[in-house]
């Protein structure tokens, strides 16, 4: 009788649950008590169901359980007001719309008070309507108040329905947006030299104070006693270091002092021309904290900065030169806190990261690393390293400057005024039983030789050449004095690289390349097919303040078009061919064309790939990576091994597997 009594029970309790909640009872998740005090709890406390079932049963569920009581409280919302339901979750919602309606139109304290979120704004015939998610769109109160704003301007109420939980989350988004920009401007106005070029010091009073290492950038930046010229280069430090930057060039020109940020490999103006009289002041006052002789104007000279930023360590590369109207200053920024290492994380195709994996994992032999300064080599190198840095294995490095630290290895610095250059410290390694060296920059023919010797002696070697590809490595080796045949039998491979901007995945602009753009770069698609490329959307310079004012700049890439670098590579793995032909001495372009024939993808093939994947654009191809003589390998590596494609008949490199121009997974001869 009693089994009898509590099953009617729980019936009656199941018969007044809804479907989720009866399908949690089912799964046995709760039983129908536990629901119905749920229930209650939910009602009371206003707290989402969800969350009091998670905190009364000390379980969390699923995703796929969260998703169906979210779709049945919205179903359940639609139903009780009468209007359609938001998912924020499925429906592509604009955050700048979103900013700009509640910044232009509706107030955040209406949209807090009433808890609603304007969605967008349309044309609806001859009036303008304006979508409002609302969490009760029967609040008349908040009806008189959007109403009150939208008739004025012949603006037409439009209502949906939205959870609290989801109202809560986008009025969160748009806070935190707002919190950023604040701190942005306070940053900007901090950073604003402006108030420092009034009464400057220019006979050279105040330039001196007590210089520490360990000094915070972030503390000197509030220090309003500092005398205006120390304050103006600390706000040019700070505000490098908060952009991310490279390179900071100090340049002086004829009737101004002109400020230059390198970023992504760019150089753009970071300030306003400042005044032709401050020249002197700001470069002693660099020549000062990087403790290098302010007497002497008539010589480069080399130094470095250290400071601390927002518990980060920073150094500073500067170099002096003189020059027509003021010795000019460079600072390299090297802030290893901001690099992630690993070939993983570098190399995005495969097959690449798979030919250079496999080069590191070798016993002894030579990998070269070449390309320009700044095109991420020394990044390069310690991804190796930090894939080789095991207990087991002995590494020790050469390096002018250490950029990285990397714990469980042996750095040297070199120091050439000791007579520790590269070649030297290279010798004393060989005596310190190592497995893995690094040599930070072969430049001299004693250290190719020296390094040729430690990798034919059992050591596996690292280091850079200054190169435009991979095959050049071979004949750069010979002007130096290596014989044809050392390079042969001690060189595993060598890796070319360079770095072009990511172009920004929010605002870019998709656009059908016609078939002569396509030529120019040795591409071509035939029949029906078109390829789907992007542009950057960069917005001119004289624009940036309105836009960004009026919250239409996208957030990402604040108007330039690109937000970070993508590596670029060129990895030419040594073969029994390419052996073959080092060892008589072949010539570069016949080596470049073996190691193609052999699989190899130039830079100006890899770049192509990235461009078609959507990660950068052709004008990013053209700065930094295409040559007519890449050009002419990739054409000469085609007409001997021509395939086309069996759905859009485009000619392919006999290396590749699939169609680039339309993902067809076959192709014919």
Known sequence: MTNSSSTRKALVLQKSFSPFSNKLVEAGFVDGGQMQQALVESRKSGRALTDVLESMTGQQLSPELLRQYKKQQLFELKILYGVESLDPEVENISDTQVTSLIGSLISVDICRRHRLVPLSKTQEGEHLSVLVAMVDPENLEAQDDLNRILRPQKMKLRRMVISVEDYQRLMAKYLDEQVAKEKKLDFEQAVDVRTDLEDLDLDGGGLEDVIDEDDDLGAALQDAGAAPVIALVNKILVKAVQEEISDIHIEPQEEFLRIRFRKDGVLKEAFPHLPKKIIPAVCARFKIIAELDIAERRLPQDGRIRRVFQNRKIDFRVSTLPSRYGEKVVLRILDNSSTQLGLGMLISDQETLKIVQDMAKKPFG??????????????????????????????????????????????????????????????????????????????????????????????????????????????????????????????????????????????????????????????????????????????????????????????????????????????????????????????????????????????????????????????????????????????????????SCTTCNAELHHEWLDCPYCLTPRYKE
């Open 366 to 643: 030579l990998i070269l690393v070449t390309g320009p300064t700044g095109s991420g080599k020394t990044t390069t190198l310690y991804s190796v390293l930090s894939e080789r840095n095991d207990p087991g294995v002995n590494i020790s490095t050469a390096e002018d400057p250490i950029e990285y630290a990397l714990p469980g290895i042996t750095q040297v610095q070199v120091i050439r005024e000791k007579g520790m250059n590269f070649a030297s410290i290279l010798r004393a390694f060989l005596r310190q039983d190592p497995d893995v060296i690094l040599v930070g920059e072969t430049r001299d023919p004693e250290t190719a030789k020296t390094a040729i010797e430690a990798a034919l002696t059992g050591h596996l070697v690292l280091t850079t050449l200054h190169t435009n590809d991979a095959a050049g490595a071979v004949s750069r080796l010979g002007e130096m004095g290596v014989e044809p045949f050392q390079v042969s039998s001690s060189l595993l491979g060598v890796l070319a690289q360079r770095l072009v901007r990511r172009v920004c995945s929010e605002c870019r602009i998709s656009y059908k390349p016609t078939p002569e753009e396509l030529a120019r770069y040795g591409m071509t698609v035939s029949g029906d097919y078109e390829m789907t490329l992007y542009k950057a959307n960069q917005v001119p310079t004289d624009q940036l303040s309105q836009l960004r004012e009026s919250g239409k700049l996208c957030q990402k890439c604040q108007g330039g078009g690109y937000k970070g670098r993508v590596g670029v590579y060129e990895v030419m793995r040594v073969t029994e061919r390419l052996q073959q032909l080092i060892s008589d001495g072949a010539p570069t372009e016949q080596v470049k064309e073996a190691a193609v024939e052999e699989g190899m993808n130039t830079l100006l093939a890899y770049s192509l790939n990235l461009v078609r994947e959507g990660h950068t654009t052709l004008e990013e191809v053209e700065r930094v990576t295409f040559t007519d003589k890449g050009l002419e390998a990739e054409l000469k590596a085609k007409r001997k091994s021509v395939l």
